[in-house]
């Protein structure tokens, strides 16, 4: 019987080199594969660099104190930043303008709502523009809303004073709010007998100043006095009413009593 010889495991030179050179090819691959993706790593990694250089790191914007503000509050400040005379001061000018004159009265005019409806508009130029309905009207005239612009005009806000004479006849004197010069000062035509005799009578019962009246509200509250006024107490004497505004821009009105300076009434217009 014939014996298949037995086969020989083991591999042949040939076969052996070409096992090696495979071998060696699939270390190669794998290099450059590991190489190729540590290169696109580092290549992403640098781009993102780069691109960091050049487009600024976004934030989220926080809110503006400004635009966080109300309509009146904005109004307000936009005023009070103009203005670079203060009260006492135009107080003192005011006064100055009539002899033996009392202060009764004084605004800073776009600051109130009150203000704004009773006095001329401070952003007044005379110039035409165009109405709601087509025809002319004067530039600061109410808009279509009905409320005129509070924004200082060119020549800045202003202070609109009442000082009386010893019998009760007030004038009127408008003070440049920016560099304290009198722009206006005359007799109040609209007053009669019966108003001189009643602002005369109030005079007499304040024995305390306005300007001590404004010290007692800014002690209480902070702020810018924007308002001075002689008024009744409801026939229970009489009183200076203070407007001040605040750092937020909030008005708080005291009604503080012309005879002792105590405080009988405090509100705050948070609008």
Request: aromatic share 2%; charged share 30%; net charge negative.
């Amino acid at each position: 019987m014939r014996l298949e010889p037995r086969r020989n495991n083991r591999l042949s030179p040939r076969s052996r080199n070409l096992r090696a050179t495979g071998a060696a090819a699939c270390l190669a691959a794998a290099a450059l594969l590991l190489t190729s993706c540590g290169q696109s790593s580092d290549s992403a990694t640098s781009a993102a660099t780069e691109a960091a250089k050049v487009l600024p790191q976004r934030t989220t914007a926080s809110p503006s104190a400004t635009g966080d503000l109300t309509e009146d509050q904005q109004e307000r400040k936009t005023v009070l930043d103009a203005t670079k005379v203060t009260f006492d001061d135009a107080a003192t000018t005011a006064v100055g303008e009539v002899a033996n004159g009392k202060l009764v009265d004084l605004d800073l005019e776009g600051v109130d709502d009150d203000d704004r409806d009773e006095s001329p508009s401070p952003t007044a130029t005379g110039s035409p523009s165009p109405s709601p309905t087509g025809t002319a009207s004067p530039t600061g005239s109410p808009d279509a809303t009905g409320s005129p612009s509070a924004s200082p005009g060119a020549d800045g806000p202003v202070w609109v004073a009442e000082v009386a004479e010893k019998d009760g006849t007030v004038h009127t004197v408008r003070i440049n709010a920016v560099d304290g010069k009198v722009i206006e000062a005359r007799v109040d035509a609209d007053q009669d007998a019966e108003d001189k005799k009643q602002t005369a009578e109030w005079l007499s019962q304040a024995t305390q100043t306005p300007e001590q009246a404004a010290k007692v509200a800014t002690e209480k509250k902070k702020g810018t006095v924007t308002s001075v006024s002689l008024d009744d107490n409801d026939g229970n004497g009489v009183i200076w009413s203070v407007d001040v505004v605040g750092s937020d821009w909030k008005k708080t009105t005291f009604d503080v009593d012309a005879k002792n300076d105590t405080i009988v009434r405090e509100e705050t217009d948070n609008d």
